[in-house]
T-cell receptor
C-alpha cells in the first residue's frame, strides 16, 4: 500500500516559537495533501487541503497565518505552526491522495506537538 | 445533527468474538464509504472502502453499506487482540470531495 511519512513524530517547543512538520508520500505522487488535527475522543478535524503548486484551502476557523502550509512538490507538504501557544498542542496528521484513487487517503503516522 | 455519527465505545469483546461496528450518516450524497483502523498514537490506516450500497469482504473483515437507511457497518470475525484499536468510518460524496470522518469506536479484544 501507499506509504506516507511524517517528521518529526514528536516535538516539544516553547511558547512563541515556530515548528515545521513535514509530510512525504514515499511511493506515489500526491496531487493533494490534507492536514488534520486530532483531539482525544474527537474525530479528525480537517485544517486545510493543499494541492501541489497552489495555495492551500483552509477550513473555516483555521488561521492561515498561524498554520502555514506549503506543497512545493508532488511528494512533500509542510505545515508550520507559527508563534505556537499551549492551545496548539495536539496530534497533527497529514494524509495524501493519489490521483488514480482519489477517494482513498493515506495517512502519515502523526506528529505529537507539545507547546510549553 | 452531525453528518456522521459513530458510537465512541469503548467496546470490549473476548477473543474470537464477532465484532460489529456501525456508523450512521445524514448526507444522502455520500457515495464512497471507508473504514480506517487507528492504533494509539499512530495515523489511521485504510482497511476497506465500498462504493454505494452492498457488501465487501476482505479476510476477516466485511463492510456493509445500506444507503436506504444511511447506515454502514464493519464486521470483524474471529477477533484477535491485535484488532484492538480505534476504528473510524469515513465517507465522501465523490472522489475529489471532502471526506467526513466519524469520531471512531475504540475496540478492545480481550485474550
Amino acid at each position: 500500500g501507499a506509504v506516507v511519512s511524517q517528521h518529526p513524530s514528536r516535538v516539544i517547543c516553547k511558547s512563541g516559537t515556530s515548528v515545521k512538520i513535514e509530510c512525504r508520500s514515499l511511493d506515489f505522487q500526491a496531487t493533494t495533501m490534507f492536514w488534520y488535527r486530532q483531539f482525544p475522543k474527537k474525530s479528525l478535524m480537517l485544517m486545510a487541503t493543499s494541492n501541489e503548486g497552489s495555495k492551500a484551502t483552509y477550513e473555516q476557523g483555521v488561521e492561515k497565518d498561524k498554520f502555514l502550509i506549503n506543497h512545493a512538490s508532488l511528494t512533500l507538504s509542510t505545515l508550520t505552526v507559527t508563534s505556537a501557544h499551549p492551545e496548539d498542542s495536539s496530534f497533527y496528521i497529514c494524509s495524501a491522495r493519489d490521483s488514480l484513487t482519489p477517494y482513498e487517503q493515506y495517512f502519515g503516522p502523526g506528529t505529537r506537538l507539545t507547546v510549553t | 445533527q452531525k453528518e456522521v455519527e459513530q458510537d465512541p465505545g469503548p467496546l470490549s469483546v473476548p477473543e474470537g468474538a464477532i465484532v460489529s461496528l456501525n456508523c450512521t450518516y445524514s448526507n444522502s450524497a455520500f457515495q464512497y464509504f471507508m473504514w480506517y483502523r487507528q492504533y494509539s498514537r499512530k495515523g489511521p490506516e485504510l482497511l476497506m472502502y465500498t462504493y454505494s450500497s452492498g457488501n465487501k469482504e476482505d479476510g476477516r473483515f466485511t463492510a456493509q453499506v445500506d444507503k436506504s437507511s444511511k447506515y454502514i457497518s464493519l464486521f470483524i470475525r474471529d477477533s484477535q487482540p491485535s484488532d484492538s484499536a480505534t476504528y473510524l468510518c469515513a465517507m465522501t460524496a465523490g472522489g475529489y470531495q471532502k471526506v467526513t470522518f466519524g469520531t471512531g469506536t475504540k475496540l478492545q479484544v480481550i485474550p
